[in-house]
């Protein structure tokens, strides 16, 4: 099992290094695409500052921001000022990533629902998506799920199957950049979709792989067990090695007036992984850190917590 986690480096961060400056709207709109893409430049060369120093830890996963190129839906990647400086740091990290078997990915925002009856959150899911493919291509990962763009299928609306159908047809009309990378992943309300449900409905019709969430698991549909729902998800990765996340819950150790959903600070329960070969993304509030913790008290190998 390789641990890694998502977004904010943040001993690096407290440095002023990263990989998410962002813009208020009304900054974006006073100063234009050029200032975004400044900050695009110094978000891309800090990637690679950022792999720099998991490397230096023995951390191979990690997930990139969807904040790397700030308003990215406003403007032409391909025609932005300064686009040949942000490809060469781009490419500078993804060569450095695949020299040192580092495994990136992106997790697109939950206002991505390929499910949605609704024509316009489709197209602009659409274009999100893109926008995450064309990023993964200029730093030069491979188009597969070795680096994964992973979604939620989004809302029910009522009706799962005609939701899942629809899912699966509009994903027909995303590029082999992003297609290529999709992923879906389990989901933490009783009303939405359950691992078995995504196999049933997503996996055996598309061959999107499934992501599975320990803490989603913990909160979603239960209609079968956590076994049985982690070698099931395992089972579709083909020869890609699996992505789970794992979370503690905030409410539960933290703080019992939290929301269910939310995340914890730190680990108090690792992750099971039942004796699979797994990557697994910690999506807990102190990130690296966190992680750096979770090694010291539980190993970065965990032996299966049941026969």
Not at 123 to 148: C, F, V, W, Y
Not at 260 to 271: I, T
Request: contains cysteine.
């Amino acid at each position: 099992m390789r641990l890694g986690y998502a977004c904010i480096n943040e001993t690096l961060t407290a440095q002023g290094v990263k990989a998410n400056r962002t813009a208020i709207k009304r900054t974006f709109k006073t100063k234009g695409v050029k200032h975004v893409a400044n900050l695009a430049l110094l978000s891309s060369i800090d990637l690679l500052k950022i792999l720099q120093w998991n490397e230096a830890h023995d951390i191979k996963v990690f997930r990139i921001s969807s904040g790397i190129f700030p308003w990215a839906s406003e403007y032409d990647i391909d025609t932005m000022p300064g686009i040949d400086a942000i490809s060469r740091a781009l490419r500078a990290a993804g060569d450095y990533a695949r020299e040192h078997n580092h495994r990136i990915s992106f997790h697109p925002g939950q206002f991505n629902c390929m499910a949605s009856p609704n024509d316009a959150v489709v197209e602009n899911s659409l274009k999100d998506l893109e926008i995450h493919g064309k990023i993964m291509d200029l730093i030069g990962m491979p188009q597969t799920r070795e680096a994964k763009i992973n979604i939620h299928i989004g809302g029910a609306y009522g009706d799962r199957a005609a939701a899942m159908d629809r899912f699966c047809r509009n994903i027909e009309r995303l590029s082999p950049s992003v297609l290529g990378r999709l992923t879906v992943e389990n989901d933490d309300k009783p009303s939405c979709y359950s691992t078995k449900m995504l196999y049933d409905g997503i996996f055996k019709r598309t061959g999107v792989p499934i992501v599975f969430d320990s803490h989603h698991f913990s909160l979603g549909p239960q209609d079968q067990s956590y076994d049985e729902a982690i070698h099931m998800a395992a089972s579709t990765w083909g020869t890609v090695r699996p992505t789970c996340h794992h979370s503690n819950s905030r409410k539960q150790y933290e703080d019992e007036k939290a929301n269910a959903v939310s995340h914890s600070e730190w680990y108090y329960e690792p992750f099971d992984d039942r004796g699979l070969d797994v990557d697994v993304v910690l999506e807990c509030k102190r990130k690296e850190n966190a992680l750096l913790k979770y090694r010291r008290d539980f190993g970065n190998e965990m032996i299966s917590l049941a026969a």
